[in-house]
């Protein structure tokens, strides 16, 4: 029967670690005598808050655990600070010992800080994929809702731990005790409807226009390097003009500045998110110079990346070692 071992860093999601929990309950539930069993550790066996400022009792500190164990790193908000020595050093030696490995939410970034994730798939909550794809590029980043490769596997976050779980059943007690389980949590029409889904970046922004929908994928898909108008009016299938009135009445602005809008948001999750440098982020997101960078950045979020850095205890040069 498997066995779960939860390890929690602070400000770890919430709706990420229950969603997991409530899956594994009501497979305990639904088919008697199957004594899944899990633990919720954390690196010093206290405490720590949720994403929403709450508790779960914790079992105890990392230390060794049994074989037949699987382990999931429910990570959070501002994951890259909980990567400590300790942790990571833990994990490696799990990993070589043959555990399972998995990271909810954005526990991937520990995972890969590790170094256990490299030439692996992985997944990520979307809102850290730019700082992961730039810090990680031997990673294969992918847009699933959740990866299993082998003895590592992550989820995007939120109710993919319930994806995970459910495949993890599928693994151990066949796909029907799986499916089961996903009618007990109402859940089995929800997952159809996402696997049909085909999310793109025009669904991120709300944008449904026909014309729209395949320009701003382009632009979305090439922030490094950002894309001619000749090649967004060919996307599009309309003329400039149509284009820059199309632009204006469904986001009230035009391509350029659009374009322009989507690259400094990018920049703004990367000097939150990574260690990168400013010039190396205004690379990143197709500025000729870290000076325009700059400038620009001021004036769509009034103060400077340096000054954001600062004020919001952004990314030091170095990784915390304990």
Known sequence: MPRFVFVLVPEYSALSLVSALETLRAANQEQENVGISWRVLTLDGENVMSSLGTCVQVDGPLGS?????????????????????????????????????????????????????????TSIHWENR????????????????????????????????????????????????????????????????????????????????????PVLDLMMANLEEPVSNTKLTKCSGVSVRQLERLFQRYLGTSPKRFYTRLRLDRGHRLLLQSNLSITEISVACGFISSGHFAKVFVTRFGESPSQLRRRLGGFSDNYPSS
């Open 130 to 213: 730019d700082a992961f794809c730039e810090e990680f590029p031997e990673v294969e980043l992918t847009e699933r809702p959740f990866v299993l490769d082998g003895r590592l596997h992550s989820t995007a976050g939120g109710t993919a731990s319930i994806d995970l779980i459910l495949s993890l059943l599928a693994r151990w007690g066949g796909q029907q005790l799986s499916n089961r389980v996903a009618a007990r949590l109402n859940y089995n029409e929800i997952s159809a409807l996402q696997q049909a889904a085909r999310v793109g970046s025009a669904d991120f922004i709300g944008i449904q226009n026909p014309r729209l929908r």
């Open 65 to 121: 655990i049994a074989s037949d164990e699987i382990v999931l790193v429910c990570g959070g908000v501002d994951v890259w600070k909980y990567c400590s020595r300790a942790l990571l050093d833990w994990l490696r030696l799990q990993y070589r010992l043959g555990r399972d490995i998995g990271g909810l939410c954005t526990a991937a970034h520990v995972l890969a800080r590790a170094g256990l994730l490299s030439g692996k798939k």
